[in-house]
C-alpha cells in the first residue's frame, strides 16, 4: 500500500487556503494512496518511516523556516538516517520574502537525508496571491498521482 503523508504548517487562513488546495489536489488525483495529513508539530518518525512519499508545507518566519517545521527534523531526523534513503519528496514554501534560507535549509535536510525531491521546491513569495493555490494544486496533485502511477 502506498501512503502519502501530508506535513502541514498553516498558521493563517491564507496558508490554510493552501493547504486545503492540496488536500484537493491529492483526493482528486490519489487513485489508491492512502493519505495520512499532519501538523508538523504531530509529526513523529514512525509517521515518516511508514510512508512511501512525503509532501511538507511550511511558512518563512524571520528568513527561516517555521519552528515547528524545524522541531519535527529536530526530532526526527537521527531516526530516519538510512531508513528513508529514496523517499519522494516534495515541499512548498510560504514564503512573505524570497524563500532563499528556508529552500536552502529544505534542500538540505532532503539531501542529507538522501531523499529524492520530485519537483522543484515551490516557493510562493511576496503578497498572497489567490493563483498559489493553483500552484500547490498542481504540486500536490502530480506528486499524489506519480506515487500512485508507480513513477516515483
Known sequence: MKTLLFVSHAISENT????????RGI?????????IAKPARDVIA???LSCTGILIATTENIGYMAGLTKD??????????????GLPAAFYIRAGLDGTATNH???????????RLVQPP???KGA???AF????????????AGLDAGIF
Do not use: C, P
Open 16 to 23: 490554510r487556503h493552501l493547504e486545503q488546495s492540496a488536500l
Open 27 to 35: 483526493d482528486i488525483h490519489r487513485g489508491d494512496v492512502t493519505l
Open 46 to 48: 514512525a509517521d515518516i
Open 72 to 85: 519535527m527534523f529536530d526530532r526526527t531526523y537521527n531516526d530516519l538516517l538510512g531508513k528513508t534513503d
Open 105 to 115: 535549509a529544505l534542500t538540505a535536510i532532503a539531501n542529507g537525508l538522501n531523499w
Open 122 to 124: 515551490l516557493i510562493l
Open 128 to 130: 498572497y496571491d489567490t
Open 133 to 144: 493555490e493553483n500552484d500547490v494544486y498542481h504540486l500536490s496533485a502530480s506528486l499524489v
